[in-house]
């Protein structure tokens, strides 16, 4: 080899790093999902949307994006796809009207039940190797890390 192919001995191995497992573990449960999901004409993303917007009169869109940790515009694609499917509705909000506000639809309202089976099965064909205890902690630790880097803070309108 030459000198600049030669084998750097302080690099560590990608295999050491915590994050590499975190996300292959991430890809394989968000993969296996997106499969199920995809039998119902629906993704991640609209799942999750679905789901937030659950028990809720309305929502805006500013606040969605700021829940999901996407763009503004990529939640305006999301609910354009959504309501094409009239999963979602848009209407003005109350106090602004140039401001707009995103409900489920009695569609959607019956549809998030299929996906969240879907989901709470996916759950349990992914972590069922797990003693009951090591997926408690498991939990535990993830929701500590996403605390401490503020992922958890989910901001009101």
Known sequence: MGANMAKRTDISALEDHTGYWMRRASNYVSQAFASKLATKDSTVAEW???????????CSPSLIAAQMGMTKGAI???????????????SAHADDGRAQTIRLTTKGKKLLPVLSSLADQNDRECFSSLPAKDLENLQRILKALCTEQGATTIPTE
């Open 48 to 58: 999750v949307l679905l789901r937030l917007l659950h028990g809720q009169e309305a």
């Open 76 to 90: 305006t694609k999301l609910v354009d796809r959504l309501a094409a499917r009239s999963l979602v509705a848009r």
